[in-house]
């Protein structure tokens, strides 16, 4: 949602967690946890289409009296939604139950890599989430480009340490699906990193009021020297990890990630607001160690 030091690795995620026992070790470096699942099936397996449908948004803040959000709307900014498989939900299990935040897939060397805020993979009060799954394009319980499973999660160990919101960035390195990564099917968005504050973006994500994502495209602007911001409604629980594009080809339907929603107030207390952490070198460093895994 600074500087960098060791890097928190392991394997299960989502926003809050099941408690697994190598969280107790997250910051010590960058070696990967072993990935913890349901028994029944794996955590492909665990998804059913009725969990899809009832999973809860990751974060816990509703708003009263707030608008939901309309797919493809165009009042309030909002712009048609162009198909973007590259972006999709990312289901977890916890203690607390079944969530979702949005993640999408970045370049990497390895072609396997998504991004996220890191409250989307770890929680201060129980560490790495179970059953963690990231469906592209998924709406209304579909699975278009079928259930892809993580091996490692990445977050920086000030997060893990103390929730510092300059640090609310995470990466999932995911498995290989049929034989090829996720890049190799999907394609991936470009990541900028010390690119300035102020940027026309079309940010996608998935809200708690509708079962397919929802688009806007307006200006960043600075909120701080680490935080970025981003005003548009219909932002709602769920949308924490949505991708921020600039430079968007609508030929492509890629362009150049330079946010993802999370940072200040995990990405923001009301719906027509957001913020990112500003992606400077030491987000850098946490993509390239990230990479390293792939």
């Keep these: 949602m600074g500087a960098l030091a060791t890097t928190a690795v392991a394997l299960i995620a989502g926003c809050g967690s099941g408690g697994s026992s190598t969280a ?5 470096g960058t070696a990967g946890a072993t990935p913890t699942a349901s028994a029944d099936g794996g955590a492909a397996g665990y998804w059913t289409r009725d969990k899809l449908l009832a999973a809860q948004p990751s974060r816990n ?63 201060s009060k129980s560490g790495y989430n179970q059953d963690i799954v990231f469906i592209p394009d998924y709406q209304d319980g579909s699975e278009p480009y079928g259930v892809w499973t993580p091996s ?16 609310d960035v995470g990466f999932v390195v995911l498995k290989s699906n049929d034989g090829k990564n996720i890049q190799e099917v999907l394609g991936a968005n470009q990541i900028g990193f010390n690119a300035g504050y102020s940027h026309l973006v079309r940010v996608t994500g998935y809200p708690s009021t ?57 990405g923001g207390d009301t719906p027509s607001i957001s913020y990112s952490v500003y992606l400077n070198d030491s987000i850098r460093t946490l993509y390239q160690q990230a990479e390293a895994l792939g």
């Design 24 to 28: 107790a070790g997250a910051g010590a």
């Design 61 to 123: 803040w509703k708003p009263p009296g707030s608008p939901p959000a309309t797919p493809g709307a165009t009042p309030s900014g909002h712009a048609p939604v162009i198909p973007a498989p590259r972006v999709g939900a990312l289901f977890s299990r916890s203690e607390s139950g079944d969530h979702f935040c949005t993640a999408s897939v970045v370049d990497s060397p390895g072609r396997d890599l998504l991004i996220t805020a890191a409250h989307c993979i770890y929680s």
């Design 152 to 167: 490692k999660l990445q977050v920086d160990p000030h997060w893990t340490s103390s929730s510092d919101p300059d640090y």
């Design 210 to 266: 509708a079962n397919a994502p929802v688009t806007c495209i307006n200006r960043t602007a600075e909120h701080s020297a680490t935080q970025l911001k981003f005003d548009c409604g219909g932002y709602f629980d769920g949308t924490s990890g949505s991708p921020w594009l600039t430079d968007f080809d609508v030929q492509t339907r890629t362009g150049t990630i330079v946010g993802v929603i999370g940072g200040y107030q995990q």
